[in-house]
């Protein structure tokens, strides 16, 4: 038995309530999970396995992500889809009405003791294994949190903690709706190559697709309820909601219906100087969004938001309070993180002070492009490839990258080195600003090309480069550039890319058949700068 000190007086097998709810609307389905979890820590709740449904369908963003970010709100207001904020970490789902949510509620010493947040997660997926192969489906784990059939994902889970109290729980995929999955979801490109998926269709599954048929939900639950007492040690018997914990959740639901909750400050500062860096790491896709006081030069706000956990889940909320006002200055951002988590359990699993603080630096960084005459949101359509992406090795940069996407799709130089400087497509204009500068602009054909490109680069101990390519891409090829060792500014591209398209592979061949658009003003500025700088070095020599 994985669980062995459970509630049931001195028997050798504890007795669980078994809690199903129904089909609930999703701001009722969080209030319960946070009535379950508060009595469960205050002492008046039984260790609970519960079921639960979403009717109408629902979109869930995770403790610490921006529903702005995560969620096309304009679609499913259209759709009458709900969307309302879990109480535990992780990325944003989708439920629709078939799929099935589980959750164990239990005293944290009712664990294995010394397991740490990674074994929690293995061990709470074991029932689910459990009950898909009671179902015929042969399931496994997969860190850090998935369960995967045959490399697809049929589920995703996720937990918290509070006073003594656990909350895990999961999903499992019944007949799934995957293209409206797709149409509610901001699906970052960057977590998909993370999996080495060719489309989320390729990547997830679920029990009509594996079996051929769909299972009844009482034959579900009765495989789950087996599977769940099996990898506990412990024995279900069907409950009810206590009457304490009744008038919590009605104390509770207008909370979880109103948009503060939905929103929780999330958000970035509708400020014209916010500033913001992202980057996926082992423990999920961490966004980082900033606002400064120049001449102060401190940190005036900050969010970090993003699809990790948090244990607890506002040590975020107290880390971002630890930076605000402080010096930005990058010795005192990297000290200030490490004091935070120095002496702590690890509170972000796969995600290391370092990384925080790289990307808090990185963005307060991106106020120095005001020297290009940059402002508000053009400041956000830069970034820098490598650490050692300064003013001073951009200032001195020899070469200008452009993506074949963005010439005319009847150009013969779509993909051919060289530019007729027609005016038909942006293109052009940027052969000639980067001629003008004394620069070699280069139309890159392929990933395979780009990497090529740099590899010379370095032989020839370029100083950087300015490129143009959508942020989509940076964001899913950040590290090869950065291992590629040469320092750049990355300037974003307007239009439908290859990723919103879903052409990503045809890019990376290079057939990717539409036209995107250089941001051309942006563009300027930078080119504009270099040649001031150039001449202000050549006069002084």
């Not at 970490?89 to 239990?106: H, M, T």
């Not at 977590?191 to 048929?213: A, H, N, P």
């Not at 244990?311 to 880390?319: G, K, S, T, V, W």
């Not at 992406?389 to 200032?395: H, K, V």
């Amino acid at each position: 038995m994985l669980l062995s000190r459970l509630e049931g007086g001195g028997s050798l097998k504890g007795v669980w309530r078994l809690l199903d709810t129904g089909p609930r609307t999703a701001a009722e389905n969080m209030a319960l999970d946070e009535t379950l979890l508060e009595c469960k820590a205050r002492g008046v709740s039984p260790n609970t396995f519960r079921l639960l449904r979403f009717k109408p369908p629902a979109v869930l963003v995770g403790y610490h992500q921006d529903v702005m970010q995560e969620v096309r709100l304009d679609y499913v207001e259209e759709k009458g889809i709900h969307v309302n904020r879990r109480i535990t970490g992780g990325g944003a789902i989708y439920f629709d009405e078939e799929s099935i949510g589980w959750e164990v509620v239990a005293s944290r010493s009712s664990l294995p003791p010394h397991i740490g947040v990674e074994g929690l997660f293995r061990v709470m997926c074991v029932g689910a294994v459990k009950a898909l192969e009671k179902l015929g489906v042969k399931a496994s784990f997969r860190p850090k949190n998935d369960i995967e059939v045959g490399g697809r994902k049929i589920s995703g889970t996720g937990g918290t903690e509070r006073g003594g109290a656990i909350l895990f729980q999961g999903t499992l995929l019944v007949d799934f709706d995957v293209e409206t999955m797709i149409k509610v979801l901001r699906i970052p490109v960057v977590k998909l190559k993370d999996k080495e998926i060719q489309s989320v269709r390729e990547r997830v599954t679920c029990l009509s697709w594996e079996l051929g048929y769909k299972p009844s939900y009482e034959e579900i639950k009765q495989c789950l309820v087996s599977g769940f007492e099996e990898a506990l040690g412990v024995e279900f018997r069907e409950g009810s909601l206590l009457g304490d914990e009744e008038l919590l959740f009605r104390e509770k639901l207008p909370c979880f219906k109103s948009d503060d909750w939905v929103f929780l400050d999330r958000r970035a500062s509708d400020e014209p100087a916010v500033l913001y860096s992202v980057a996926k790491k082992p423990g999920g896709l961490v966004r980082v969004s900033l606002t400064l006081d120049k001449e102060a030069n401190i940190i005036k706000s900050i969010l970090i938001t993003g699809d990790f956990f948090a244990f607890p889940p506002r040590a975020i909320y107290d880390l971002e309070a630890a930076l605000k006002f402080s010096p930005c200055v990058e010795e005192e951002i990297r000290m200030r993180v490490n004091e935070f988590f120095k002496g702590r359990e690890e509170c972000i699993p796969g995600v290391s002070p370092d990384d925080i603080a790289d990307l808090i630096i990185e963005a307060a960084g991106k106020i120095s492009y005001e020297r290009f005459g940059l402002k508000g949101d053009e400041l956000n359509y830069v970034f820098p490839v490598t650490k050692k992406a300064g003013l001073a090795s951009i200032e001195e940069c020899d070469y200008l990258l452009l993506p074949y996407c963005a010439k005319h799709v009847e150009c013969t130089y779509r993909r051919a080195e060289g530019c007729e400087k027609c005016g038909v497509c942006s293109v052009g204009d940027a052969y000639r600003m980067a001629e003008e500068a004394g620069l070699t602009p280069v139309t890159i054909q392929n990933f395979e090309h780009l990497m090529d490109v740099l590899r010379l680069m370095r032989e020839k101990d370029v100083r950087g480069f300015i490129g143009c390519c959508c942020e989509a891409f940076y964001q899913k090829h950040r590290d090869e550039l950065d291992d590629a060792g040469v320092p750049g500014l990355i300037i974003t591209i307007d239009d439908k890319t290859c990723y919103e398209l879903g052409k990503s592979e045809e890019a990376y061949r290079g057939n990717f058949e539409a036209q995107t658009r250089l941001k051309l003003d942006t563009l300027a500025k930078i080119i504009s700068g270099l040649r001031r700088n150039k001449a202000g070095g050549a006069a002084t020599r």
